[in-house]
């Protein structure tokens, strides 16, 4: 498969402090890659940073084969990457049809974007069941579910979910990681997972890389890792 994202010594971080110290990875074009790693080792750093959320100090991005100059977020989700964050980012006092419709702002060819959301919603029945409720009376894990199927909207070749199940009750869990499996299968899209439940990533994603102090301290295939005595994550 071609690389889409190809990432190599990328250095970014806050004020004066650096987190991203030399940041080296790549993701294939349909492919699925968990990051994993502590509380604090600059995988959400790391994803801000490629969609431009946060500047680069150094180093060098490479996206669908084009040199990436630091652009403005704007810019990267028309060029094909999106981002589901932490917290979710939803409208809670919009309907899920007007959070999924927000989410085909870059289209300008509306019935291309009502199609996608009918994939969309098809891809999510339980939101087609309420398209019409309120994002805010909605429960956490179909808050997120909302989320990415906003984030499809845009149609990215890359979309990268940053703790998708962090505040679930652990039945949602399974579910709403299941959906990476499901977006993969459905659309071809590349996934960057970052998640703090190793295995059920490691489940969906055919290699990982493990973070620590903002480095790339280890890769290897998923199924290595989760072949792997469970003493493998202690070490990082």
């Known amino acids: ?74 810019d990267n989700v028309r060029r094909g990457i999106a981002l589901v964050p932490q917290g979710r980012g939803v409208f ?15 289209q300008r060819d509306r ?19 309420r398209r019409a409720q309120r994002v805010g009376t909605m429960s956490g894990g179909q808050q997120q579910m909302v989320a990415v199927g906003t984030a499809l909207m845009q149609r990215p070749l890359l979309l990268m ?12 869990v399974q579910r709403v990681l299941e959906t990476v499996a499901r977006i993969n299968q459905r659309f071809g899209t590349a996934i960057v997972l970052v998640e703090q439940n190793i295995k059920t990533a490691l489940a969906m994603a055919s290699r990982a890389y493990v973070m620590k102090s903002g480095r790339i301290v280890l890769e290897k295939s998923a199924s290595e890792l989760l072949a792997a005595p469970e003493s493998w994550w202690e070490l990082y």
């Open 92 to 106: 809670p006092d919009l309907s899920v049809v007007e959070n999924l419709a927000l989410g085909a702002y870059t």
């Open 161 to 172: 979910m940053d703790e998708p199940s962090i505040g679930l009750a652990p039945v949602l």
């Open 1 to 74: 498969m071609p690389v889409l994202l190809d990432v190599e010594s990328l250095e970014a971080g806050y004020g004066k402090k650096t987190v991203l110290q030399g940041v080296s990875f790549h993701v294939n074009a349909g492919e699925v890659v968990a990051m994993l790693g502590h509380n604090g080792a600059g995988k959400s750093t790391t994803l801000k940073t490629i969609l431009g959320l946060l500047p680069a100090r150094a180093g060098r991005v490479r996206f669908a084969g084009a040199p990436w100059a630091n652009g403005s977020p704007s």
């Open 111 to 129: 019935g291309a974007a009502m199609t996608r959301m009918e994939e969309i919603l098809e891809l999510f029945p339980m939101l087609a069941e």
